[in-house]
């Protein structure tokens, strides 16, 4: 096990994130079988990471593992894509879309663990102290480090002297996020960014999450959904200990955490819509109970099939400094009461989750977890970055139709900074990359169970057609120099609009 550098300590153990909005397959299977892979590698790489990038005088050092592929990598001059791992243990580097990508454009793939999840944590205890080197600032210069370190790693690699390849950056969700904040800093490191399903946009009451889950579930699922939020209510005010067994969820003690789950469980926003609404609207027009089939959906599915865990809501598990398999939530709690908020509070009229989630308890949660002084500052967040005013070039945004959390990305489109919606049915969390459902794992990130794989391909036609001119123009001219680019787009992507995708 890893140490800090000099002084002895040993790194955070295992941290598995189980949590909902980043599900992903645990299938591992052997390299030699990877055309049914999960993963194109899970062989771990580590280099020494600057604790405190903000610091003058504080030198101390911790082990950040990254991965990296090589088989599809033109030597010497082909890309680089960095894919960003994001609040998660990252356990290898995921065979989605981003491999098709790299066997087309000759790539090598590197991905970087997020600082303090998984393997890469400076400290063996995650008090709030300890945390506040955790932030999206720090991982952004993590990976520019990184970037610095592997592009000379590389070049070791291959007895190669002062290379430079061009780079480009990908990332789904919060690392989708990163991926365009890196480019927005640091455009001299990379030719580009696809921010995929990104949130860029950080929100104190994010009211808009449950209205796009009404809009998606659709006016019948919508209204069996509002029905039993309501029953819920009023059993947990009469007998809540039956009502938490009948969910699987007995462990739960606090009401809320309860509803929380139960608001989490309406999966609409990653690319199984019919597995939650069908047997509900059945059930309401067979005279079924409905608390009984929307019970079974999350236990069997939700708990068991996704994979969501009880402890990701159970403050008391979250208060839990030693690092263990659900360390993940605490982590990720703690950027979310520190910068981002993304609060899923209740709107005001026609809710479908309970009014009980509101601000105070997410600020309540906030303090029970990291103590007294803990607050998101949204507002300086979104002051650093821009919001979806983000001042870049060169980032491809996109998001699905379906998911609640494109209302935090950048959906308006510009010359610059392209912004695409793949529509379809159960379009959801990053459809570009993962396809549909989003959990299990569709490798090469195949689109055939979406409902309209033509609006997957679609898009994705067009992320290559930028990447194709990003890179050719970072080639030409160097990844800062953006008018040029700025000059060519158009023209260029017009006269690749009848390409196909290879």
């Known amino acids: 096990m890893g140490t800090f550098s000099g002084s002895g300590y040993p790194l955070a153990h295992l941290l598995l994130f189980l949590s909902f909005f980043l599900a992903e397959s645990r299938v591992f299977l052997s390299d030699q079988h990877r055309g049914n892979n999960a993963y194109l590698t899970r062989d771990e790489h580590w280099f020494n990471q600057t604790l405190d990038h903000f610091s003058p005088t504080d030198h101390r050092k911790f082990r950040q593992r990254f991965y990296e592929f090589l088989d599809y990598y033109q030597v010497p ?10 609040e998660s243990a990252c356990n290898g580097i995921v065979n989605d879309y981003t491999s098709v990508l790299a066997k087309k454009f000759g790539a090598a793939i590197v991905s970087l663990e997020h600082r303090y999840y998984g393997k890469s944590s400076p400290f063996k205890q995650l008090t709030t102290n300890n945390l506040r080197f955790l932030s999206s600032k720090q991982a952004l210069f993590d990976l520019a480090v990184f970037r610095q370190y592997y592009q000379e790693y590389l070049n070791a690699k291959y007895n190669i002297s002062e290379n430079e390849n061009p780079w480009f950056v990908f990332g789904v969700s919060y690392s989708g996020a990163l991926s365009a904040w890196f480019r927005l800093k640091f455009p001299h490191l990379t030719c580009g ?3 995929s399903s990104a949130v860029v946009l950080a929100i104190y009451n994010f009211t808009e999450f449950d209205q796009q889950v009404g809009d998606s579930a659709g006016a019948e699922c919508k209204s069996v959904l ?3 939020t309501n029953l819920v209510d009023e059993k947990l005010q009469s007998d809540g200990k039956s009502v938490k067994k009948l969910f699987g969820a007995a462990k739960l003690k606090n009401d809320n955490d309860f509803l929380y789950l139960l608001a989490d469980a309406a999966a609409i926003a990653y690319g199984n819509p019919d597995v939650l609404c069908s047997p509900l609207v059945d059930a309401k027009k067979n005279g079924s109970n409905l608390l009984e089939v929307y019970a ?15 402890e990701s809501y159970d403050q008391q598990n979250l208060k839990n400094i030693t690092p263990g398999e659900n360390s993940a939530d605490r982590l990720w709690w703690f950027q979310v009461c520190t910068e981002v908020a993304y ?3 209740a709107p ?17 949660l906030c303090k029970n977890i990291f103590g007294e002084g803990v607050y998101p500052d949204v507002e300086t967040t979104n002051i650093y970055y821009g919001g979806t005013r983000i001042a870049g070039s060169k980032i491809v945004f996109t998001n699905g139709s379906q998911d609640p959390w494109r209302h935090a990305s950048k959906q308006k489109s510009s010359e610059d900074l392209p912004s695409y919606l793949i529509k379809c049915h159960n379009c959801g969390h990053g459809s570009d990359l993962r396809g549909c459902p989003q959990s299990p794992l569709n490798i090469e990130g195949n689109a055939e169970k979406c409902t309209s794989p033509e609006a997957v391909q679609k898009v994705r036609q067009q992320i290559i057609q930028h ?3 990003w890179l050719s123009q970072c080639q030409a001219t160097g990844p800062g120099d953006d008018e040029p680019a700025l000059r060519m787009t158009a023209t260029l992507l017009k006269s690749w609009g009848k390409r196909s995708v290879g």
Request: aromatic share 12%; with cysteine; proline share 4%.
């Open 296 to 310: 079974n959906y999350v236990r069997n599915y939700y708990l068991g099939k996704v994979g969501a865990s009880l």
């Open 467 to 469: 990447i194709d001119l």
């Open 193 to 195: 960014s696809l921010a």
């Open 226 to 228: 509002q029905e039993i």
């Open 77 to 86: 001059k082909g890309p680089i894509f960095l894919k960003i791992c994001g």
């Open 343 to 345: 609060f899923q509070v």
């Open 348 to 364: 005001k009229n026609d809710t479908v989750r309970s009014p009980n989630i509101n601000t105070r308890y997410h600020l309540d």
